[in-house]
C-alpha cells in the first residue's frame, strides 16, 4: 500500500465551485506539505504544517485554505476555484528527525472549467 | 532567500551516452540539495541528497551528483543512459532545519535510440 495517498487523483470542475482535496500517510511523519506543480515553473509550496496546531503558508497560499485533521490527514480546499488553479498537486510528508527528505504522495490533477 | 537554476529544460541523450543535468543553487546559507525523478503520471521520488559529509553521492539507479561549493552546483550525472531513464528530473534545496524545499523548474529527459 502506498504510504502517501492522495485523494481523488483527477477532478474536473467549474470555476466558482469549493473543491476539496484530501491527503493521507501512514508513515508517522509529522510534517506535511501541499504544493503544486505547472509546466516550466516545477513545484511551488502552497501550505506547510509541522504538527497538527501548526500550518504555515508557502509561497502562493492566495485562493487556498488547509486542515490538518489529525496527523495523518491534510487536506487543501479551494473555496472557489478559479481557471488559473488548474494544475498538478501533490501532498508530501516529512519527519522533523531526518534532515529534509520528502515524500510525495501521487498526484491530483485538477481541471477548472 | 534560497533557489535553484537548472540549465536546460529539455535535454536528450542516446541510450548508453552519458547523462547530466545541471543543477545551480543559491543560498546563504550552507544548503542541503536533492534531486527527485517525477515519471510520467506518478509523484516524485527521491534520486539522492546532499546534507554533510562526502560532497560526491551516490543514488538510485546508477546517478550520482557531486556538490560543489565554490561553484554552487549540483550537477546530476549517469555514465550510460537507459531508455527507462526517460523522466522529469528536478533540483531542490533547504536550508536549516524547516524542511521546506525550493525546488528548480525541472529538467525533462529524453533518451533516444
Known amino acids: ?113 | 532567500a534560497q533557489s535553484v537554476t537548472q540549465l536546460g529544460s529539455h535535454v536528450s541523450v542516446s541510450e548508453g551516452a552519458l547523462v547530466l543535468l545541471r543543477c545551480n543553487y543559491s543560498s546563504s546559507v550552507p544548503p542541503y540539495l536533492f534531486w527527485y525523478v517525477q515519471y510520467p503520471n506518478q509523484g516524485l521520488q527521491l534520486l539522492l541528497k546532499y546534507t554533510t559529509g562526502a560532497t560526491l553521492v551516490k543514488g538510485i539507479n546508477g546517478f550520482e551528483a557531486e556538490f560543489k561549493k565554490s561553484e554552487t552546483s549540483f550537477h546530476l550525472t549517469k555514465p550510460s543512459a537507459h531508455m527507462s531513464d526517460a523522466a522529469e528530473y528536478f533540483c531542490a534545496v533547504s536550508t536549516g532545519g524547516g524542511n521546506k524545499l525550493t525546488f528548480g523548474t525541472g529538467t525533462q529527459l529524453k533518451v533516444e535510440l
Open chain 1, 1 to 113: 500500500d502506498a504510504d502517501v495517498t492522495q485523494t481523488p487523483r483527477n477532478r474536473i470542475t467549474k470555476t466558482g465551485k469549493r473543491i476539496m482535496l484530501e491527503c493521507s500517510q501512514t508513515k508517522g511523519h509529522d510534517r506535511m506539505y501541499w504544493y503544486r506543480q505547472d509546466p516550466g515553473l516545477g513545484l511551488r509550496l502552497i501550505y506547510y504544517s509541522f504538527d497538527v496546531k501548526d500550518i504555515n503558508k508557502g509561497e502562493i497560499s492566495d485562493g487556498y485554505s488547509v486542515s490538518r485533521q489529525a496527523q495523518a490527514k491534510f487536506s487543501l480546499s479551494l473555496e472557489s476555484a478559479i481557471p488559473n488553479q488548474t494544475a498538478l498537486y501533490f501532498c508530501a510528508t516529512s519527519d522533523s528527525l531526518i534532515r529534509n527528505e520528502q515524500f510525495f504522495g501521487p498526484g491530483t490533477r485538477l481541471t477548472v472549467l
